[in-house]
């Protein structure tokens, strides 16, 4: 299946997706950009401070130090 963006004149809009609808192709619309609902889900996204950084590092350095046994 292909993917194909149009620009059609506001006063045809409406005769063109019925026409695309009636030969079977699927119109999907495009959702506007919501600024207020991409500033609230980069709210959520978590800080980490450098004790935090500091912590994780110890960490896989002593992940890195373990020896396998033979």
């Not at 194909?4 to 026409?19: G, H, Y």
């Not at 004790?51 to 020896?67: G, L």
Request: no cysteine; charged share 35%.
């Amino acid at each position: 299946m292909e993917k194909l963006t149009i620009n059609i004149p506001d006063s045809k809009s409406e005769a063109v997706k019925q026409f695309l609808k009636e030969i079977g192709v699927i119109v999907q619309m495009v959702k506007p950009f919501d600024k207020t609902a991409y500033r609230k889900k980069l709210d959520r996204v978590g800080v980490w401070s450098d004790a935090n950084i500091k912590s994780i590092e110890e960490v896989r350095t002593s992940f890195d130090s373990f020896k396998s046994q033979e």
